[in-house]
């Protein structure tokens, strides 16, 4: 006897043919339920409840799928709504995955139409956005302060699964946390007294600051922020230049306090 066989699921987790949404169907009885994707996104549905882990060595053995690419298919599950946090967000979780919250699976319908991004879109927007997260200020390469290095994408300001477009008027770059909203959406985040004593300390321009980008959705940046991203992002020639400019300013300025 199987687990699936040996659990009790209730009876949304069954198909028309009586068989569950993650096992193999007719396609003429039961259609759209075809490929990793679909079974994948069931049986998690019914399997795993936000917040709680999993593995894709798990989800391999459970499906019976032993596909080269059955990574990527996991991956795409974030095109169809569903949000959990990798090794990549979160380094603590090792080989094992932890659930944000469900996206479509098969018993909703017919599978909603995927927007991919296209390379040339996911350019410009973290060319527009000088290539850092609009809602931490993070640029890729630099690290969290536990030690994870920052991963960006681009993520939907309106989600996909709710009708939004892979329009550039529609994306953000955003990293791999802040578009995962791990806090906000498992409830494990700070002590709330501690991040006002936190706020409390700072100066009260900063303060007014950190209010407005609250109240934006995302922190504004100064001209200084836009010319740094600028030379971040200009290449060797350009980045050479800006420091031997600014090192011979720094040259002059102590020579002339040294006088």
Not at 12 to 28: I, R, T, V
Not at 125 to 136: K, M, P, S, Y
Request: hydrophobic share 30%; glycine share 8%; proline share 4%.
């Amino acid at each position: 006897m199987t687990d699936d066989e040996a659990r009790t699921y209730p009876p949304e987790a069954y198909a028309d043919d009586g068989l569950l949404w993650w096992d193999h169907h007719d396609q003429k009885v039961v259609p759209g339920t075809k490929g990793a994707v679909p079974r994948m996104a069931a049986w998690l549905r019914w399997n795993v409840e936000p917040g709680q882990r999993f593995s894709t060595r798990e989800l391999r053995d459970a499906l019976g799928i032993d596909q080269e690419h059955f990574q990527r298919r996991q991956r795409e599950l974030r095109d169809y709504g569903w949000r959990y946090l990798s090794a990549k967000e979160d380094p603590s979780l090792g080989e094992q995955c932890e659930l944000i919250q469900y996206g479509w699976w098969p018993g909703q319908g017919p599978r909603p139409r995927r927007q991919a991004i296209s390379a040339k879109v996911r350019r410009q927007v973290f060319e527009r956005d000088g290539g850092r997260c609009v809602l931490c200020g993070r640029a890729a390469g630099e690290f969290y302060e536990d030690g994870a290095r920052v991963v960006l994408t681009a993520g939907h300001v309106v989600a996909n699964s709710h009708g939004g477009s892979a329009d550039l008027d529609n994306l953000r770059t955003e990293c791999r946390r802040c578009n995962e909203s791990a806090r906000a959406d498992t409830g494990t985040a700070a002590d709330p007294q501690a991040i006002v004593e936190a706020v409390r300390s700072l100066r009260r321009a900063d303060q007014r600051e950190l209010l407005d980008w609250i109240r934006r959705g995302q922190r504004t940046r100064s001209k200084l922020d836009h010319v740094h991203d600028q030379v971040r992002m200009s290449g060797p020639a350009a980045m050479k230049a800006v420091v031997e400019y600014l090192e011979e300013l720094e040259r002059r300025e102590g020579g002339r306090e040294a006088r």
